[in-house]
């Protein structure tokens, strides 16, 4: 099994067997900045992410009660900017996340200003006017764009998604 919509939750189990992959999702919209608002559940455990552009993750991850949060928390941009606090609920329990991305500039080729991010994590702001330097992991391309998809991960762990809205914004 993989994704599945249930009652206006999206449900994701991904295949019990070792090494093998669950499916992302990917959307047909591409945008570039843009504002997303998406409520998540995750158990115990368990790891997923939601991209921006198909570029840049927020990770979904059962952080609850960490202390100094890492890249790699629930919140965090993977691998590149740790939430400043840790906002998770308990596993098994609704959360959200309120992001607010603008692209990346890119002029003849070159990137002239990196793309940057705030997000709220349950209302908590946890990432204010981030700078991201580079893809995260998994990216849909290895390349910096001013456009893309937004993307559920679907590899890691069972997930849930819900009330997933987003509104472009102009720079």
Known sequence: MSWAALNGVLVNVPPSKERKHGIDLVSDVE????EL????????GSNSGVYLIGQYEIQVFDSY???NPQSGDCGGI???VAPNVNASKPAGHWQCFHAIFHQAKVE???VVNQPRITVFHNGV???DHAEIEGVTGAALSND????GPTYLQGNHGT???RHIYYKPIAD
């Not at 945008?31 to 843009?34: A, E, F, I, N, T």
């Not at 608002?37 to 115990?44: G, K, L, R």
């Open 31 to 34: 945008l570039g900045s843009h």
């Open 78 to 80: 993977y691998g590149k």
């Open 144 to 147: 910096v764009i001013e456009k």
């Open 65 to 67: 009660g960490r202390e």
């Open 108 to 110: 003849n080729g070159k």
């Open 37 to 44: 608002y998406i409520e998540f559940m995750v158990p115990q």
């Open 159 to 161: 997930v849930m998604y």
């Open 125 to 127: 702001k946890v990432i």
